[in-house]
């Protein structure tokens, strides 16, 4: 009633601005889903942090099946690629593995990961977790920073987790130094919260 009255007057002063019948509304926007997917290296090299390494993974791979719309998917790679969680299932136990492995199929890893979570369709916020200290032949280098320079061209971040300072890895990908679970699964979740800020 008051709008109606002061658009009265304003018209009788020739300045007609009021609206008396406006409201505002607010909608919720929902955050976008969120897909993670894990890689961890069993080569020979990755011998002495292994254990922190199965731990963190998870952890991550717990936490995300809490969050909702959130999957989560985790392989080991050596010679091949083996999975650890799939998506959907959350595990109640640390899966111990060993890494005695020579080899470093870490392009297949990546297949495996993106196929299992699309990675490369920007309909969700999408992390790729690397955890490998990088010592790889020339051709697997190549390889991973090929792969990865298209998921991140797609939108999706890539985090590359690695137990030594100087241990080479692919400039694409965003570097933190592995130190224990707890801060692989800080900087993953700092690295998934990222991810949904920029979808």
Same mark, same amino acid.
């Given at each position: 009633m008051r709008g109606v009255l002061a658009a009265d007057a304003q018209r009788a002063a020739g300045a007609p601005t009021a609206e008396p019948f406006t409201r505002a509304v607010r909608s919720h926007v929902p955050a976008p889903p969120l897909r993670v997917g894990s890689a961890c290296d069993v080569s020979a090299s990755m011998r002495p942090?292994?254990?922190?390494? $199965?731990?963190?993974?998870?952890?991550?791979?717990?936490?995300?099946?809490?969050?909702?719309?959130?999957?989560?998917?985790?392989?080991?790679?050596?010679?091949?690629?083996?999975?650890?969680?799939?998506p959907g299932r959350a595990l109640a136990h640390v899966t111990e593995f060993e890494a005695d492995d020579r080899a470093h199929a870490i392009g297949t890893a990546i297949d495996a990961l993106e196929a299992a979570l699309d990675l490369t369709r920007p309909d969700a916020a999408r992390l790729l977790v690397i955890v490998s200290d990088g010592a790889y032949d020339l051709p697997d280098c190549?390889?991973?920073?090929?792969?990865?320079?298209? &998921?991140?061209?797609?939108?999706?971040?890539?985090?590359? &987790?690695?137990?030594?300072?100087?241990?080479?890895?692919?400039?694409?990908?965003?570097?933190? &130094?592995?130190?224990?679970?707890?801060?692989?699964?800080? $900087?993953s979740g700092q690295a998934a919260v990222h991810a949904l800020r920029h979808t």
């Open positions: 942090v292994c254990g922190p390494v $199965a731990s963190a993974a998870w952890i991550l791979a717990n936490a995300t099946s809490h969050l909702p719309d959130a999957i989560s998917a985790t392989v080991v790679y050596g010679a091949g690629v083996r999975p650890i969680t799939r190549d390889e991973a920073h090929k792969r990865i320079t298209r &998921l991140i061209g797609t939108g999706c971040g890539v985090l590359w &987790l690695h137990p030594e300072a100087d241990d080479p890895i692919t400039p694409s990908a965003q570097p933190l &130094l592995l130190t224990g679970p707890a801060q692989t699964t800080d $900087a």
